[in-house]
Nanobody, 124 residues
Framework: QVQLTESGGGLVQAGGSLRLSCAASGRTFTNYYMAWFRQAPGKEREFVAVISWSGGSTSYADSVKGRFTISRDNAKNTVYLQMNSLKPEDTAVYYC?????????????????WGQGTQVTVSS
């Protein structure tokens, strides 16, 4: 079993920045993808960004491209999401997830493990 623990959420003004972290513990795997998703009240969980095991391949939702950066430190089993130029519409609970596969994917149901989420609130 893999446990994922997110941190770094909070309240920030529009235009500000936050850095989310997600630490993996327990059973770990090689060649797995890590991703960030978010879910706003009354909305479906949506893909934000994904990163390959090596960190050499990343992909972003159009809504965050150019503002968010995903990265990982495999020595620490941790993935990060640097969020800049935040907008009120970025307000959501942010979740990290692990996909044990050799190919990236965006649908949330194709991910195997999930963290408990961290709240990000952007005020206007």
């Amino acid at each position: 079993q893999v446990q994922l623990t997110e941190s770094g959420g909070g309240l920030v003004q529009a235009g500000g920045s936050l850095r989310l972290s997600c630490a993996a513990s327990g059973r770990t795997f090689t060649n797995y993808y890590m991703a960030w998703f978010r879910q706003a009240p009354g909305k479906e969980r949506e893909f934000v960004a994904v990163i390959s095991w090596s960190g050499g391949s990343t992909s972003y939702a159009d809504s965050v491209k150019g503002r968010f950066t995903i990265s990982r430190d495999n020595a620490k089993n941790t993935v990060y999401l640097q969020m800049n130029s935040l907008k009120p519409e970025d307000t959501a609970v942010y979740y990290c997830a692990v996909r044990r596969a050799s190919k990236s994917s965006r649908p949330w149901y194709e991910y195997d493990y999930w963290g408990q989420g961290t709240q990000v609130t952007v005020s206007s």
